[in-house]
């Protein structure tokens, strides 16, 4: 069975541009949450979709956007980058919403330029 | 005060050694507890979960205190493999829904031969 699966793996944008990240959960998960990690710290909480609505919402600026499809897969975006976005993009699927069982995906390292 | 905290390291031990981490967090409300690892440039992967009577699994034991908001982690015999970072994850809460997990930054730990 495949993972968590993201795209692109890498990306390079340059400041103001706006980026798409994509992720495919676990066949049969419903639950999709995106996570930022800055190099030397530990991954940050973004957001959290269940069931195709938003069930959190972690302390980042209303540039970052998500959604969930009926296929539960997810997109994640950035508008107007700014240098300090250039981070791991990580994904994590789990069945439900509570997070006991989250598998991550191996990211989408984005750097902003 | 920060949600999760850990002594970020390097811990750097002979193999066979015996190691241990330790976490406190910040949320008595907390009720989900975690250790992931975390290899360079790799997502994170769930090592095991913090139970409250402490828990093992082979070489690595886990411990919590509730009342300190104290988690532990020991890892015995440590092989070359057990190289990597060590995150402590508790759950979050937004809204009602326990969804998110809120990461330290990690301890690394280089095991040499």
């Known amino acids: 069975d495949a993972g968590v699966t993201q795209s692109p793996t890498h990306l390079i944008k340059t400041r103001g541009q706006q980026v798409t990240l994509r992720c495919s959960p676990i066949?049969?998960?419903?639950?999709v949450s995106w996570y930022q990690q800055v190099l030397g710290q530990g991954p940050q909480f973004i957001f959290q979709y269940y069931e195709k609505e938003e069930r959190g919402r972690g302390n980042f600026p209303d540039r970052f956007s998500a959604r969930q499809f009926p296929n539960y897969s997810s997109e994640l975006n950035v508008n107007a980058l700014l240098l300090g976005d250039s981070a791991l993009y990580l994904c994590?699927?789990?069945?439900?919403?509570?997070?006991?069982?989250?598998?991550f995906g191996s990211g989408t390292r984005l750097t902003v330029v | 005060r920060k949600e999760v905290e850990q002594d970020p390291g390097p811990f750097n031990v002979p193999e066979g050694a015996t190691v241990a981490f330790n976490c406190t967090y910040s949320?008595?409300?907390?009720?989900?507890f975690f250790w992931y690892r975390q290899d360079c440039r790799k997502e994170p992967k769930l090592l095991m979960s913090v139970y409250s009577s402490g828990n093992e699994d082979g070489r690595f034991t886990a411990q919590l205190n509730r009342a300190s908001q104290y988690i532990s982690l020991l890892i015995r015999d440590s092989k070359l493999s057990d190289s990597a970072t060590y995150l402590c994850v508790v759950n979050g809460e937004y809204g009602g829904s326990q969804g998110n997990l809120i990461f330290g930054k990690g301890t690394k730990l280089s095991v040499k031969p």
């Open positions: 066949s049969g998960h419903k639950s």
């Open positions: 949320n008595s409300a907390s009720q989900s």
């Open positions: 994590a699927s789990s069945q439900g919403p509570r997070p006991g069982g989250y598998t």
